[in-house]
């Protein structure tokens, strides 16, 4: 037991250094050391030489090239290959191949820097470190690291060149730029340690590179020789300090960079890749670093001119490097190498100790038990909507801010501002702006000439400006053109707007900037990419705070670390379902239960709108406005809300007015009409009135009074142009008489009391419509659009929506075949509501799904949205409440409620606290604020036909709606 015990000490004597384990070393110690010894042991003097090649492949290469790698293998048993270019299942089958024909299982490695996408077509790019490098929160940065490390473990990928701690102090540095964490040596550190450690707990080895930094060059090592001539105090302080934190940590590896570094190596002109001084002393020594060490590519101009083929790869080995990476020759190499053993200038334990940690390596890898890479789902496991999630995440946490005079963002006071933008760059823009267009009225505006965009832009007082550059690759060409910079100056000194400038580039791009003395604000998204460009819409308008950290001096004004953090303004941003608890999976039953819905007839179309947590995670529209239609239904259609008008229009208004003391529950209809003291209503008060507890009737057919004997519309009070007197437009060529609006009021003064129990009734709506506007001498449309559509961004919303917007855009709601004679579309279906000019206090507003989302939301907000508050939180509440439950009435103040004992309008799964309401032509909305989540359903089930009731009878709302609680999953 003793001998045991000091066997014991003296292995982690060796795998041990000052008291920093190894970081080759696994948790088995004993077991991994005695595979390494045997496997060692048992490989001639050929084949441990082989162990040291590491030789580049592509999946695309042909089979010449193929086969003359598998000779490398069987012939001179190399110890692992890099793979390039290709693809994810082509890298697959060849691994597999490869380790077939390989007596000691290869070390397959790749350039993944961020994610396999830096080689592979059809595989993910996570955000480049620039970006990562913006992000205060290095948890991020380490899922990023542990994601990508499984992406290259699925593969079969052993290790990762990865990550780049350059220090990027020079902008012009033509390789590393966006592959730098930024030019903070503390921030990259940081960042690099996160990186490394979450891609080692996925299994894969890290490599710290472009040792000892490449990052203040403004030359490329692929192309020639660049000399860093830095003191070594500069060194130690800057480009090795990422280095010392790493190796601290259980850095993997080291790649040793081609750099002519004069401080560190007295032979003029010679590669940091060949020097014993910078490698043996430096790093192994004085940094004590006793993990693999890589060369950079061997057939790099940095060092392949430096000596003939084979020369080159023995100087390396000799200066302390384990692994040749990408030898031009290996047979050359490989017999300058045996010759040097055979002289003793390599002697057995120089060799012993590079093949010994090499195979340690594999073993920490899981070599020594060597799988076939599975091909089965190998697509679908690298391109997860958990990447798209975690992509998401760490660009929320990126993009920064760093002008924001006159708190222009997060943009408020949406209802005073036009806005305009205007695209700068060579890459796709299209999201960017359809993101801003779901917070307002965003219009592109081109001009050819300077003068011309001017012009145009004279209307408008607010631009954004975006710079959008291909997102392709790092190294792709980021900077402003010429033509650019001066109109960016020539728009920024026109005072009579205010500018943002959003850069979907590497922040460098400022540089050229001359002044930003009049660019009111400026944020940058870093990467072009869809979600950066959807997210940075989603800060300028408040739905994100801005966290960023800019990691890199990008221009006087701007230096690094810069930051204006922006709060939220509590705006429905846009996400993915998981990021707020629901399962995707589960939540796409939705769509077959819409498709459902369709394929029997319920409606031609529907839009459904999800969102918890303050973000919509479910924006989509089925089917087709009509059964005939060729067109398909889009988020962006507008339907008519039929009596969700009730709790979107009037209500609001009822409820401001409560605020300003203008209306109480208590007041009676006398009150509020005194035309009304001597009827039966006179002392129905507004609490039981929008209760549904009023006593009152459920809806008056106001429009067949006014037929005549053919059942048409009668002379007597439409017109089929407007007139003096007929103003009222109903439908197309149809204008009831203005004075017709007294007579339903007349009518419903007329009303006898029901008897006294729960009755759904549109009665209360004339009735707060006619005092609300009578109080504010107002019409509702006009009131409500500057209350609440207008500041809240609900630009798809209003009555009357033909005077906006295009036919096309509306959905049609009816054939009308008893009272229009016409199909309905554009005017709202309600009788009532249409014969007071389409804007009535139980129907007639029309919206989209996202719209309606806004809103309730809002009401889920306690009254607060886009930095705004609307309503008071104790009149939220105060209407929210059933005030009749224990008579059976379920309803609060205007808002439908659920069951207390089950059933209802909403399904089993909704808190009490929940409300909403339903609509006619087939529409739906509710929240729950115990779940924080708004559900919208918009169709025209009453198209062809207000017959047809098999969307009511088949409670499909309220089946989605259980379907969607049934996908929360926390």
Known sequence: MRINYLVLLFIISIYTVQGQINPLVTKDTLVQRNWVET???????????????????????????????????????????????????????????????????????????????????????????????????????????????????RLGVHINFAPDIDININ??????????????RENVAQKGIAYMKGMENAGVLSSGKHFPGHGDTAVDSHKALPVIDFTRERLDSIELYPYRKLIKEGLSSVMVAHLSVPSLEIKE?????????????????????????????LNMKGVSNFAKEGEVELSAFLAGNDILLMPLDVAKAKSKLLEAYNKGRITENRLATSVKKILMAKYKVGLNDYKPIDTNNLYEDLNSLDDDVLYEEAIENAITVVKNDFSLMAIKKLENKKIAYVKFGDADSDLFLKELNKYATVTQINGKDITTLKQKLSDYNLVIIGLHKSNESPWKAYKFTKNELSWLGEIARERTSNLILAVFAKPYALLDVTSFESIDAVIVGYQNSEIAQEKTAQ?????????????????????????????????????????????????????????????????????IVVARKGKVIYNKGFGKPTYDSDEKITPDHIYDLASITKILATLPMVMKMEEEGKIALDNTFEELIPAYSNSDLKNVTVLKALSHYGRLPAWIAFYIDTLDDKRKPSSEFYRQQPTSGYSFKVADQLYIKDVYKDSIYNRIGRQHLKSNRYRYSDIAYYVMKKYIEDTYKERLDGLAEEFLYKPIGATRTGFNPLDRFLKGDIVPSEEDNYYRYQTVQGYVHDMGAAMQGGVGGHAGLFSNANDVAKIMQMYLQNGFYGGQQFLEARTIKKFNTCYFCDRNVRRGIGFDKPEPHGGGPACSLVSRKSFGHSGFTGTYTWADPEKDLVYVFLSNRTYPSASNTLLVKSGLRTRIQKAIYEAIIN
């Open 39 to 153: 496997t060692y042991s048992q490989m001639s003097l050929d084949e441990r030489l082989g162990q040291l090649f590491m030789v580049m492949v592509t999946s695309d290469q042909d089979k010449a090239s193929t086969e003359k790698t598998k000779s490398l293998i069987k012939d001179h048993h190399i110890g692992g290959v890099i793979f390039s270019t290709g693809g994810p299942v082509r890298q697959a089958k060849l691994t597999n191949d490869f380790q077939r024909n390989s007596k000691v299982p290869l070390m397959i490695g790749m350039d993944a820097e961020w994610g396999l996408a830096m080689r592979l077509d059809s595989t993910y790019a996570f955000p480049w470190n620039m970006t990562l490098g913006a992000i205060k929160d290095n948890a991020i940065v380490e899922k990023v690291g542990n994601r990508i490390g499984k992406h290259a473990k």
């Open 171 to 184: 902008p012009q540095n033509p390789i590393i730029g966006n592959r730098s964490f930024g030019e903070d």
């Open 269 to 297: 002109g010679y590669p940091s890749s060949l020097s014993e001084q910078i490698i043996g002393d430096v790093l192994q020594e004085q940094l004590n670093f006793k993990g693999l060490v890589f060369t950079d590519a």
């Open 539 to 607: 800060v300028i308008f408040g739905a994100l705070p801005a966290k960023g950290v800019l990691p890199v001096t990008s221009h006087p004004d701007f230096p690094v670390n810069t930051t204006i953090p922006l709060e939220s303004l509590m705006r429905l941003g846009y996400s993915f379902p998981e990021r707020v608890g629901i399962s995707s999976s589960k939540l796409a039953r939705v769509d077959q239960m819409v498709k459902n819905g369709i394929d029997s007839l319920m409606f031609p179309g529907a839009q």
